[in-house]
């Protein structure tokens, strides 16, 4: 009875290794990977204007499309590449940050939406925005 159990054991981890050495095969296509998925500006005053570059490269085999860039607030807006990125290249994607009419902690989404494997991708920019210093008269 022990031999039995023992076979059965043996054959499910068997099994279980078999599995998981066929995911780990390479899936071929476009891949999109960032150098950072966060930025931090800090503290700033209302109505500054910042802006931030996320780097990233097509770590992939088949060349990198980007379909759309959004933004979660009218406040915020992106530049980037509409051109094909070729295996192993990198570009870069603008994010610009209005703080006008913004006050305290403001963390704001960027989607990117491609052809890659990893097709939807995510970016945070995030900054406190003070007070304006008041005006003397």
């Keep these: ?13 068997f099994g279980v290794v078999a599995q998981t050495t066929g995911a780990e095969e390479v899936q071929n296509g476009p891949r999109i990977t960032f150098t950072e998925s966060a930025h ?20 992939g085999n088949e060349p990198l ?3 759309d860039v959004r933004t979660t607030c009218g406040c915020t807006a992106t530049n980037w590449d509409r051109e094909p990125l070729a295996p192993g290249a990198t570009a870069e994607i603008t994010v610009n940050f209005n703080s006008r ?19 939807t991708e995510r970016v945070k920019i995030t900054t406190n925005v003070l007070a304006p210093a008041p005006v003397d008269q």
């Design 1 to 13: 009875m022990r031999v039995l159990a023992s076979l059965f054991i043996l054959c499910v981890g």
């Design 65 to 67: 499309i980007l379909s």
């Design 101 to 119: 009419g913004k006050m305290g902690m403001q963390n704001k989404v960027v989607t990117i939406l491609s052809n890659a494997i990893n097709s």
């Design 40 to 59: 931090n500006f800090g503290d700033i005053t209302q109505g500054d204007r910042v802006t931030h570059v996320f780097k990233y490269e097509n770590t």
